[in-house]
């Protein structure tokens, strides 16, 4: 999260907070629109992006 608020010059602050509202805002619509949804499996990995 450091490297994204030097690259746009924002605070860390702004970013942490942009993201938890995200982060928010994605639960509220999983919750409300994924239903019924039937599976053998579930795989859970972590996911890196690097830019």
């Known amino acids: ?8 010059g924002v605070s860390f602050n702004t970013v942490s907070k942009l993201l938890i509202d995200a982060g928010k805002v ?3 619509y999983h919750d409300e629109n994924v239903r019924n949804v039937k599976v053998a499996r579930i795989q859970c990995d972590e996911i890196w992006s690097f830019t």
Do not use: F
Not at 1 to 8: G, S
């Open 26 to 28: 994605c639960a509220q």
């Open 1 to 8: 999260m450091k490297a994204i608020a030097k690259l746009t």
